[in-house]
């Protein structure tokens, strides 16, 4: 038996982390994802230098307090009309629209009086350079680094990459999880008997367990095994195959019918530790990956009592 901060080491140790396979997803499947390589900024964010207000584009030079100033067009958001300012004038702008030609700053519409004789209007507060303008580039460069690898795609980070004109990025598959439950007592909800017989169990070890799993951004599949050595020994062998990691809840502990850790030496697994210092869950069986035919790791497996508290 080993303490807990001891087996957290070995587990540790054991398992490499980063890498893995790789596979691309459209950016509408990307939530919860991790990317797996760096993402740059393909275009400009803004693409052009614009208003970040409803208001005046003008000279600031100009825009001080008590000038009065010709209303000489005006740029809604969209397409851009090509407008150029000159002295002596102001046009009307609104909020995303692209900044006119002369101009270097927005004057915003409540800081000015428009004039009812003409069509003018009176700075009733100054402007400084560059006030109210969103500049080309301000939020993001093309070629800027925008992601590391490894990184988990938020909801912000897929309304970024969408600015960035993405639809798809390279993240690491989602690492398989196989989930075999075990024992003869135990029945899966809804699927047959309409009531359990004596002695039986709902299976919730499975639901629980593969809840947990998808939790944490992996892909569960489940098994169940009765507790007969040669069908247990098949359907462990097809689990091993099929994941990364392997849960195996019951049949870990020491009663007659608990076949789970010969079973697996018996499959050519290194069993690591058995028994952790820890209440519940002291009956942990931590088992190296099935060796391939060409000699790396398979599967990691962890044995967890058959408790559902345990193994929870």
Known sequence: MIEETEARRRILEAIPLGGG???TVSLEEALG???SREIVGRVDLPGFDNSSMDGYAVRAVEAVAGAKLQIAGEQP???DLRLALESGQAIR???GAPIPAGADAVIMQEDVRRLADSNRIEI???VESGENIRPRGGDVCAGQKLFEAGVVIGPAAIGLLASQGYT???VFAKPRVGIVTTGDELREPGQGETSLPQGCLYNSNG????ALVRELGARPRRWHAPDEPEALRAMLAEALEASDFLLVAGGVS???RDFVKETLAELGVASDFWRVRVKPGKPFLFVWGKQSHGGSPGAFVFGLPGNPVSAF
């Open 254 to 256: 020491v009663g007659d």
């Open 77 to 79: 958001a969209g397409p």
């Open 168 to 170: 798809e990025v390279p």
């Open 21 to 23: 396979p790789e596979e």
């Open 33 to 35: 994802r991790v990317l």
């Open 93 to 95: 702008i609104f909020t």
């Open 207 to 210: 639901p629980m367990l593969a």
């Open 124 to 126: 009733v507060e100054g």
